[in-house]
Structure formats: C-alpha cells, structure tokens
Nanobody
Framework: QVQLVESGGGSVQAGGSLRLSCVYSRSRYCMGWFRQAPGKEREGVARIYANSGNTYYLDSVKGRFAISQDKAKNTIYLEMNSLKPEDTAMYYC??????????????????WGQGTQVTVSS
C-alpha cells in the first residue's frame, strides 16, 4: 500500500516561511506538491523528477518556493518563503510511479497524501 505522509504545515504571518515534508513509501518517477483553498480547485504548485531532480513551478510561486528531495530519507520538501495570504490552502503531495510527462495537472498523479494545512495571515 502506497503511503504519502505530509507534515510541516502551520500558521504564519505574511512574509514568513514554512517547510513542508512528504515521506513516501514506494518507487516514484516524479512527485508534486498541490494546494487547494476553500471554494477553489486544486492547483499544482511544484514538481520534481526523481532521477534528474528537474523542477518546475507555478508562476505565482517562482522565486519563493523550492521543491527538493532527499532520497536517503524517502522524503520530498517544499520550502516556502515570503508567504502571502493567498498561499493559504491545504497542501498535498502526490506521486507518479510510471514514466511519462510530469506536469502540474492533478490527473498526472495516482497517489496522494492526506494534506497539511498552511494558513498565512496578513
């Protein structure tokens, strides 16, 4: 059974930082971070290819967020800096185990974590 367990969410003031972690339990081709705010659709924030480490970001988080991985710990991270109130959402990590193109569409990923809440106050 595939498990993805996120942690690291919390409440911060605008301009603050948080680091999210996601521990995974199976082999992967790529992984992504997504977020969903109340009343809004889920959107992809960042993704990383497992082998190359190649990353890609949603335009609105470029320069503020960084996705990374620690293969020895079976963990990916999302470092979030200069947080804004509009970053408030439930954040999910997702995993794709087979080859192909990894983008920021939720349908690309078959496995999902339970989410961790990020709240940014102004």
């Amino acid at each position: 059974q595939v498990q993805l367990v996120e942690s690291g969410g919390g409440s911060v003031q605008a301009g603050g930082s948080l680091r999210l972690s996601c521990v995974y339990s199976r082999s992967r081709y790529c992984m992504g971070w997504f977020r969903q705010a109340p009343g809004k659709e889920r959107e992809g924030v960042a993704r990383i290819y497992a082998n190359s480490g190649n990353t890609y970001y949603l335009d609105s988080v470029k320069g503020r967020f960084a996705i990374s991985q620690d293969k020895a710990k079976n963990t990916i991270y999302l470092e979030m800096n200069s947080l804004k109130p509009e970053d408030t959402a439930m954040y999910y990590c997702a995993l794709r185990s087979v080859g192909g193109i990894c983008d920021l569409e939720s349908t690309t990923y078959a496995y999902w974590g339970q989410g961790t809440q990020v709240t940014v106050s102004s």
